[in-house]
């Protein structure tokens, strides 16, 4: 129902910034969240960041504020990621979701729609 394409992943170096998009090929309904999770090997996946797509209210993972910023496009039915002073740690198979929830959940299974993923790797 929902396709969610991803693009943006690559190689940066420590310190370096990188931008992912997410179009979605329709909105899940009149009140969702979009966001990101990652995956890094050997780790479960954890939440990064969410916004709700009609307030626009964000959420961060601690390990990213002050790093990472979300932000939607409602004329291209976007969201993104920009990530600055990327760390190694930050290397991981990032993940677009959609959840069509009216609180935010932070645990991955429950969000219905997702990515195909795309890799970040961050060299030291």
């Known amino acids: 129902q929902v396709q969610l394409v991803e693009s943006g992943g690559g190689l940066v170096q420590a310190g370096g910034s990188l931008r992912l998009s997410c179009a979605a090929s329709?909105?899940?309904?009149?009140?969702?969240?979009m966001g990101w999770f990652r995956q890094a090997p050997g780790k479960e996946r954890e939440f990064v960041s969410a916004?709700?797509?009609?307030?626009?209210?964000?959420n961060y993972a601690d390990s990213v504020k002050g790093r990472f910023t979300i932000s939607r496009d409602n004329a291209k039915n976007t969201v993104y990621l920009q990530m600055n002073s990327l760390k190694p740690e930050d290397t991981a198979v990032y993940y677009c979701?959609?959840?069509?929830?009216?609180?935010?959940?932070?645990?991955?299974?429950?969000?219905?729609?997702w990515g195909q993923g795309t890799q970040v790797t961050v060299s030291s």
């Open positions: 979701a959609a959840d069509p929830s009216f609180v935010l959940r932070v645990t991955g299974r429950l969000w219905d729609y």
């Open positions: 329709e909105r899940t309904g009149s009140r969702y969240f």
């Open positions: 916004i709700n797509w009609r307030s626009g209210t964000t």
